[in-house]
Nanobody
Framework: VQLQASGGGLVQPGGSLRLSCAASGSNIRLNVMGWYRQAPGKQREMVAVMSTGGNIDYEDSAKGRFTISRDITKRTVYLQMNSLKPDDTGVYFC?????????WGQGTQVTVSS
């Protein structure tokens, strides 16, 4: 499975971005898809994940500002990020989990700065 993420960029505080991640390759069922962030000098952390059944989990700081969604048929996961803050800056990685393996995309840079 290959994951291709897109949608990052430079945005001012209070702005919005929408990240997309499309899975290709094997048609193995992806039970969970989601997004992780790695800020400069910090460990990678979960931002939002969503199961095929619709269960969602958000990092506390993302609650109320970010929305994760999936298009199961297109094997794509989205992250709508609103009211962005400088602390949201980092490389955002797409992740997918099947019964066999854990997959990672290449990352997309999000920079929130005035």
């Amino acid at each position: 499975v290959q994951l291709q993420a897109s949608g990052g960029g430079l945005v001012q505080p209070g702005g919005s971005l929408r990240l997309s991640c499309a899975a290709s390759g094997s048609n193995i069922r992806l039970n969970v898809m989601g997004w992780y962030r790695q800020a400069p000098g910090k460990q990678r952390e979960m931002v939002a994940v969503m199961s095929t059944g619709g269960n969602i989990d958000y990092e506390d700081s993302a609650k109320g500002r970010f929305t994760i969604s999936r298009d199961i048929t297109k094997r794509t996961v989205y992250l709508q990020m609103n009211s962005l803050k400088p602390d949201d800056t980092g490389v955002y990685f797409c992740n997918a989990i099947s019964t066999l393996a854990d997959y990672w995309g290449q990352g997309t840079q999000v920079t929130v700065s005035s």
